[in-house]
């Protein structure tokens, strides 16, 4: 996978895209982090790209849910210790 700078980027577009069509994918970076990526897509196939960048933005924000759940404890609720915690936010939304 091929990683560009912001700068990069701004600096050079065209290659940056010639090189897209050859990689398909890259990562933009600022200060050397990655903070973007850029994905080729077709028209016959762009819904089914994003339907497919959706679903794995919802289970990266599954996996962070699950890690913080693990980190306080609470993954190891009992059903009935769960059923209580939604009462309770229920009875104290609706006050």
């Known amino acids: 996978m091929k990683f560009v700078s912001v ?7 065209g290659d940056i895209w010639k090189q897209l ?3 398909n ?6 200060n050397g982090k990655p903070i973007a990526i850029l994905n080729s897509v077709e ?6 790209s ?5 679903r794995a933005r919802a289970l990266l924000a599954l996996e962070k ?12 609720l009992s059903e009935e210790e769960i059923e209580n915690e939604i009462k309770s936010s ?3 939304r609706n006050r």
């Open 90 to 92: 229920r009875s104290e």
């Open 21 to 23: 069509k050859i990689d």
């Open 7 to 13: 700068r990069d980027f701004r600096i050079r577009p």
């Open 43 to 48: 028209a016959e196939n762009l819904e089914s």
């Open 25 to 30: 994918d890259i990562i933009i970076t600022s």
């Open 65 to 76: 849910i699950q890690k913080a759940s693990a980190s306080k404890g609470t993954d190891k």
């Open 50 to 54: 994003i339907s497919v960048l959706r």
